[in-house]
């Protein structure tokens, strides 16, 4: 029998500092996260950020918490019963970090007599530290504890025709009698060397500017590449004129080279340079969560404002839209029959 497992990124159990620093413990330790050897990635993470960074995130947790939980894990709850209910095999959902693992999930498909499951990232783009440490846990759990089950997984969906459909009509309906100048892609950043090593070329990317319009098989696994034609292909849907909008990146870590420009400078050059509104997408992530939430909406919306803007419009992620269950939904039984 089939059975389908979603999987999204992850929550503290509460917004409390003990919870905090115990989810970005495996968060940071991941070795796709935070690519560096494990002595020095466990000096810097329990020597360094662990000590300091859990009382600052609990904050921002604090602010963005709702009262059924975590924003980001309510969503995706949300969003699996609805799939759920236009699915006719079973569908659980995982977090790669967190209480609600993936083996859990795993586990709940298996125990319905599930043997063939689509792994199904919540990422419409491939990451290192996204989709690709989901794809390796899942396998390295499979040999572990489920030896006799099939795993399939869905690939990037970031240029599906019906998924940009979705995503631009979602960002149509949103601003619609809006006044804005601007739009601003904003998707979470990566550091420079995570796109080099997912070049399955070896040559091809080099973040020069050229690399990631010129056509290449490094596309397929290229994180930059995939973030930019999001953006030109949902401009061109919503026939939106140059210069009205950007492509920029969230979420920067460390002092090491990461993916520019990174969206707060870029909320603060608009605003010095005389944007009065601005409206801001989040297509990296499907779900709203402390990065959207807060990061976004908030520090983005003080940093705007600080420079002599206005109005500044945070578009929410598809979330539970129907028309993106639906999409998802389509996909899913389009696997179930074949």
Not at 94 to 108: D, F, N, P, V, W
Not at 307 to 316: A, L, Q, R, S, Y
Request: charged share 25%.
């Amino acid at each position: 029998m089939k059975g389908v497992l979603l999987v999204n990124l992850g929550s503290p159990d509460s917004p409390e500092p003990k919870d905090v620093k115990k989810y970005l413990g495996e968060f940071l330790m991941d070795e796709r996260v935070i690519d560096i050897p494990y002595t020095a990635r466990a000096l810097l993470v329990r020597g360094i950020i662990l000590k300091t960074r859990p009382k600052a995130s609990a904050a921002a947790y604090k602010k963005i918490w709702w009262d059924e939980g975590s924003p980001l894990i309510v969503i995706s709850e949300r969003l699996q019963g609805k799939i759920q209910e236009q699915v006719d095999m079973p569908v659980a959902l995982a977090m790669r970090y967190g209480s609600m693992t993936i083996e859990k999930g795993l586990r709940e498909l298996v125990d319905k007599g599930v043997d063939e499951v689509l792994l199904f990232p919540l990422y419409p783009q491939f990451a290192m530290a996204t989709t690709e440490t989901i794809l390796v846990k899942a396998e390295a759990l499979r040999d572990m504890h489920f030896p006799n089950l099939k795993i399939e997984s869905v690939p990037a969906f970031y240029n599906k025709a019906d998924y940009i459909e979705v995503l631009s009509n979602s960002i149509k309906r949103y601003l619609e009698g809006k006044n804005y100048e601007h739009l601003l892609f904003s998707y979470h950043g990566v550091p420079e060397r995570h796109i080099r090593k997912s070049d399955v070329t070896k040559s091809h990317c080099k973040i020069d500017g050229k690399c990631c319009v010129t056509p290449s098989d490094a596309h397929a696994f290229c994180y930059r590449h995939q973030c930019l034609e999001v953006t030109r292909l949902v401009a061109e849907k919503l026939q939106l004129k140059e210069g009205t909008y950007s492509t920029s990146y969230q979420s920067r870590l460390g002092f090491d080279p990461w993916l520019q420009p990174y969206t707060d400078r870029t909320i603060e050059r608009l605003g010095k340079q005389g944007i009065k509104n601005m409206a801001i997408v989040t297509p990296a992530f499907v779900s709203d969560c402390l990065e959207t939430l807060e990061e976004i909406a908030m520090e983005g919306q003080e940093i705007f404002h600080e420079m002599g803007g206005d109005e500044f419009i945070t578009i929410p992620c598809l979330n539970d839209d129907s028309d993106f269950v639906n999409l998802l939904s389509k996909w899913l039984n389009e696997w179930s029959e074949t």
